[in-house]
């Protein structure tokens, strides 16, 4: 089947990006020294998380299609959470956030 150059390029993307974010997900269990969710340790599959969310700079998935070294530099503060792990701590994250907010409104 002959394909156009756009239909080329976009499987082409689409495959770099799920391989890196393979490549991203193992850096990071490896890193971290454990083979599941830095919380529970159960099995997959994983979201990338910022341990400490006043640190991002830039989403990982956005720097899936970027050089790998901006990449690397950022899940330096990011860890691998299954989904119920990851929901739980979008939640007490986000309440923190919220609280920091309205307290840096009501001094201002």
């Given at each position: 089947m002959v394909k156009t150059r756009k239909q080329y390029m976009r499987a082409y993307c689409a495959a770099r990006y799920h391989r890196r974010r393979r490549v991203a997900i193992l850096f990071l269990l490896i890193m971290?020294?454990?083979?599941?969710?830095?919380?529970?340790?159960?099995?997959?599959?994983f979201v990338i998380d910022h341990v400490d969310p006043a640190t991002k700079t830039d989403d990982p998935s956005r720097l899936l299609t970027r050089p790998l070294r901006a990449l690397w530099r950022e899940l330096r503060g990011c860890q691998a959470l299954c989904g119920a792990c990851n929901y739980e701590k979008m939640k007490r994250d986000g309440a923190e956030?919220?609280?920091?907010?309205?307290?840096r409104r009501r001094a201002a």
């Open positions: 971290r020294g454990n083979d599941g969710c830095a919380l529970c340790d159960g099995p997959g599959p956030l919220r609280r920091e907010w309205w307290a």
